[in-house]
């Protein structure tokens, strides 16, 4: 069956960067049209969506958010990884991992996700 | 960006009630590209409908979902008590980013 995991720090300080792992499995990161993206929900708040890598490897991410988060797989290792730069005490949330149907273009609705893991960030 | 704006923010009703939620896009989602997940207080997220209307796998048929262009309705015929929880759309289909309603509270009345 499909299961996603997420795993990471639980806290980080302000300014350090955040590295985030997906480990994935009941599928292969290099299927056609099934990515994986990152989303987050601060505590009590909503989902926000973060990044998508595809699975030919191109990536997209939050216009807000884009020039702080690098998305990358390694498909041999059923991984995918998000690392978020100058982390902030706004940024403590849930990190979830999702796997999603994807057209040419876009990621879809997220049919499977990871349990998340909660980083707070403070020094 | 499209903005999806749910309401009611809360919903009081009891166990059997029907349940309606609203979805609202500040602009108009191409092919009916909706979403709605349940989330329950320590859970992630699990997928009801998408495409606006069809129902994910598992998913029992007291879930409904319609609407198209700004304005989108998940239906609950019968609230069963696990029924109780968090509810958020998603559109998917016009442009990124992936945007997530503020999501609609079903609480036990």
């Known amino acids: 069956q499909v299961t996603l995991k997420e795993s990471g720090p639980v806290l980080v300080k302000p300014t350090e960067t955040l590295t985030l792992t997906c480990t994935v499995s009941?599928?292969?990161?290099?299927?056609?049209?099934?990515?994986v993206s990152w989303i987050r929900q601060p505590p009590g708040k909503a989902l926000e969506w973060l990044a998508h890598?595809?699975?030919?490897?191109?990536?997209s991410y939050s216009t807000s958010l884009k020039s702080r988060l690098t998305i990358s797989k390694d498909t041999s290792k059923s991984q995918v990884v998000l690392t978020m730069t100058n982390m902030d005490p706004v940024d403590t949330a849930t990190y979830y991992c999702?796997?999603?149907?994807?057209?040419?273009?876009?990621?879809?609705?997220?049919?499977?996700w990871g349990q998340g893991t909660l980083v707070t960030v403070s020094s | 960006e499209i903005v999806l704006t749910q309401s009611p923010g809360t919903l009081s009703l009891s166990p059997g009630e029907r349940a309606t939620l609203s979805c609202r896009a500040s602009?108009?989602?191409?092919?009916?590209?909706l979403a709605w997940y349940q989330q329950k207080p320590g859970q992630a997220p699990r997928l009801l409908i998408y495409?606006?209307?069809s129902r994910a796998t598992g998913i029992p048929d007291r879930f409904s979902g319609s609407g198209s262009g700004t304005d989108f309705t998940l239906t609950i015929s019968r609230l069963e008590p696990e029924d109780f929880a968090v509810y958020y759309c998603?559109?998917?289909?016009?442009?990124?980013?992936?945007?997530f309603g503020g999501g609609t509270k079903v609480e036990i009345k």
């Open positions: 009941g599928f292969s990161l290099s299927n056609a049209r099934m990515g």
């Open positions: 890598i595809f699975s030919n490897d191109e990536k």
């Open positions: 999702a796997r999603s149907p994807e057209t040419i273009w876009s990621p879809r609705y997220f049919d499977y």
């Open positions: 998603q559109q998917y289909g016009s442009s990124l980013p992936l945007t």
């Open positions: 602009q108009s989602v191409s092919s009916s590209y």
């Open positions: 495409g606006a209307s």
